[in-house]
């Protein structure tokens, strides 16, 4: 196949894949009152417990700003409380409130039914190659997020 076919099967599935999240993200906000990020923070924050946004952000797969920003909006809804450290105030936790662990019970799955039912139908080995693949891509689309922070000429800073 010709290099520009490769490329255009491959941004058709990436397509895809955002438009089906795109509309799985507004049945959830419907059925939950939550988009699919401020889900995957609630089901993150429920999972881990009581932690900082720092924690969060990584196990969510997000920045510390954008976390901070979700937890505000999980915290106007009352799904999340927010407090500070008595050891050392500046770290400020957060943990899931009975409303959030409410909303998370009658959430449906992240990945929607479809794809989630798909996805844990598939043989374990299957579900890695596939965890895999969309992990390359990832990694490929954030080294070009990456390059475009780069200054015009010379060598990257070091840090």
């Not at 939550?34 to 995957?40: E, V």
């Not at 050392?88 to 959030?100: E, S």
């Not at 043989?123 to 990832?138: C, D, E, F, S, T």
């Amino acid at each position: 196949m010709a290099p520009e076919t490769d490329h255009a099967l491959l941004l058709k599935q990436i397509r895809r894949l955002v438009r089906a999240l795109d509309v799985h993200s507004r049945r959830i906000d419907r059925q939950v009152g939550l988009t699919l990020p401020q889900l995957m923070v609630l089901a993150a924050l429920g999972r881990l417990g009581e932690v900082t946004s720092r924690a969060l952000a990584a196990e969510a797969d997000l920045s510390p700003p954008t976390v901070v920003g979700i937890l505000d909006k999980l915290e106007a809804k009352g799904l999340v409380q927010r407090y500070r450290s008595v050891r050392d105030r500046r770290i400020v936790h957060a943990r899931v409130t009975p409303a959030g662990q409410a909303a998370l019970a009658r959430a449906p799955d992240p990945l929607g039914k479809r794809l989630g039912e798909g996805f844990r139908a598939l043989p374990p080995l299957k579900r890695q190659q596939v965890v895999g693949a969309l992990a390359l891509v990832g990694q490929l689309a954030g080294e070009e997020e990456a390059a475009d922070d780069l200054p015009e000429s010379g060598p990257a800073p070091m840090i």
